[in-house]
């Protein structure tokens, strides 16, 4: 059974960092693209930013510049560094690969 698992959420200050961790079970998420998105409460899930196996990072435009992803590909691990936290960027944080699979969450709150 397809298996990613979310790390890392938490409460944190406003200006704060939190690393969010996405581990896949699968080795066939090597060769996928692996996303990040999020949902903010009454609000629809958003894509925050995507990396293929190979090249580079792709961000929405509200986390550009704060937010970077990465991959580990021999760990089926894919990270999201999340610097000078706002407020708004309270939500549930998704990771998805291959525009398909996706775990089920972890909170971020981001309090002023």
């Known amino acids: 059974q397809v298996q990613l698992v979310e790390s890392g959420g938490g409460l944190v200050e406003a200006g704060g960092s939190l690393k969010l961790t996405c581990r896949a079970a699968?080795?066939?998420?090597?060769?996928?693209?692996m996303a990040w998105y999020r949902q903010a409460a009454g609000k629809e899930r958003e894509l925050v930013g995507n990396?293929?196996?190979?090249?580079?990072?792709n961000y929405a435009e509200s986390v550009k510049g704060r937010f970077t992803i990465s991959r580990d590909i021999a760990e089926n691990t894919v990270y999201l560094q999340m610097n000078n936290l706002k407020p708004e960027d309270t939500a549930i944080y998704y990771c998805n690969a291959g525009a398909r699979y996706w775990g089920h969450g972890t909170q971020v709150t981001v309090s002023s």
């Open positions: 699968d080795a066939v998420f090597k060769e996928v693209t």
């Open positions: 990396i293929s196996r190979s090249g580079p990072p």
